[in-house]
């Protein structure tokens, strides 16, 4: 099985992500950075804040859907705020996370919840934003993994360690016990926005993950749209590195200011 995590960037790199999907290699494709479309609107948004102007798709996961219209799919919202059109007129838009699982695949479980806060409905308001994360159980004949989710808290100071992502790591050991049968083969993915020196490794560590960037000589999860000296901010854990076929962050197709993480194994 391919299992593929990226930040997707509101879908800003759009004609190269599109080009990619429409490939589909891979068997589940897990997106951070999505957008919802929840009223009329054109194709392209403008998010703004104090810190940054993004244009994005204004309905990335119909985009996307579009693309795989066979495939199971699944949004979690986390936000629901405003963006603008071209002239400036307020668009309602959700923000989160969705994933998509191939149609000869089975989904038998499906778990989504928040890592910090709660849905937020009246507008992106101040960092530290709401995280939802995704838990779906794939299975594949008799044999089924989980393959989980997030996208991590920002924080405008930076990437180091904080209480309320200490509490996000503590969220998602929890989550992923309660939904977790016994010891099936575990995935976790996603833009944790995270040091690699982070206490969450060893919080992950305690329910026997294994993080694959750091241990396999990763040093870039960005590509060249991200300016600053700063490289990690993707992780991909597993509960079985023995099954692990391959694992890569390639620097192209350039899709997003993130790389894709591409993990092959068995199940």
């Known amino acids: 099985m391919r299992i593929v995590s990226l930040n997707a960037w509101?879908?800003?790199?759009?004609?190269?992500?599109s080009a990619w999907v429409e490939?589909?290699?891979?068997?589940a494709l897990c997106l951070q950075e999505v957008t919802r479309r929840i009223a009329p609107s054109p194709d392209w948004l403008i998010y703004r804040d104090p810190y940054r102007r993004l244009d994005q798709?204004?309905?990335?996961?119909?985009?996307?859907?579009?693309?795989?219209?066979?495939?199971?799919?699944?949004?979690?919202?986390?936000?629901?705020?405003?963006?603008?059109?071209a002239?400036?007129?307020?668009?309602w838009s959700e923000h989160g996370l969705a994933c998509w699982v191939a149609p000869q695949l089975s989904v038998t479980g499906r778990w989504q919840d928040f890592v910090h806060g709660q849905f937020r409905a009246g507008g992106w308001g101040p960092e530290p934003v709401p995280r939802a994360v995704q838990m779906q159980r794939i299975a594949s004949g008799g044999a089924a993994l989980v393959v989980a989710h997030l996208?991590?808290?920002r924080d405008p100071n930076g990437k180091g360690d904080t209480p309320a992502r200490d509490t996000q790591?503590?969220?998602?050991?929890?989550?992923?016990?309660?939904?977790r049968n016994g010891n099936e083969t575990v995935v976790v993915a996603g833009d944790f926005n995270l040091l690699p020196d982070s206490p969450t490794f060893d919080v992950l560590a305690a329910e026997g993950l294994i993080e694959l960037v750091t241990t396999r000589g990763h040093s870039d999860t960005r590509t060249v749209l991200y300016p600053k000296a700063?490289?990690?901010?993707?992780?991909?854990?597993?509960?079985?590195?023995?099954r692990v076929i391959a694992f890569d962050v390639p620097a192209t197709p350039v899709m997003s200011d993130h790389r894709p993480m591409i993990l092959d194994l068995t199940i």
């Not at 990335?60 to 936000?79: E, H, N, V, Y």
């Open 57 to 85: 798709r204004a309905d990335l996961f119909g985009d996307i859907s579009r693309l795989l219209p066979d495939w199971q799919a699944t949004f979690a919202p986390a936000t629901r705020g405003l963006l603008e059109d």
């Open 23 to 27: 490939q589909a290699a891979f068997d």
């Open 169 to 179: 790591a503590a969220s998602l050991r929890r989550q992923l016990r309660e939904f």
């Open 151 to 153: 996208h991590g808290l």
């Open 10 to 17: 509101g879908g800003a790199v759009w004609e190269q992500l």
């Open 230 to 242: 700063q490289r990690h901010a993707n992780y991909c854990f597993v509960s079985d590195p023995d």
């Open 87 to 91: 002239a400036g007129r307020p668009v």
